[in-house]
């Protein structure tokens, strides 16, 4: 758990999607959705921590660091 406020998540969203140049997510309401390119993002992303569990196994570190995303689509 990262204990991060709503505000600052939308923050980084926003910086990410500036970033990139895209909508990742779009608004409806108080709720998001993932766009296709917040869905591709998404997949990347999910590679990403799977090899950084990988990694963390491989040298033994599994137990002290867990990697993990929960996003919907």
Same mark, same amino acid.
């Given at each position: 758990?990262?204990?991060?406020?709503?505000q600052?998540?939308?923050a980084?969203?926003?910086l990410?999607?500036?970033?990139? $140049?895209?909508? =990742?997510? &779009?608004?409806?309401?108080?709720g =998001?959705? =993932?766009?296709?390119?917040g869905q591709?993002?998404?997949?990347?992303? $999910? &590679?990403?921590?799977e090899?950084?569990?990988?990694i963390a196994?491989?040298?033994? =570190?599994y &137990?002290r660091?867990?990697?993990?995303?929960?996003?919907?689509?």
């Open positions: 758990m990262l204990h991060l406020t709503p600052t998540i939308s980084q969203i926003k990410l999607e500036e970033g990139l $140049d895209t909508q =990742l997510f &779009e608004r409806e309401g108080r =998001l959705r =993932l766009t296709v390119a591709t993002t998404k997949a990347y992303a $999910d &590679e990403i921590f090899h950084s569990q990988r196994r491989h040298y033994g =570190l &137990e660091t867990h990697f993990s995303t929960r996003v919907t689509s």
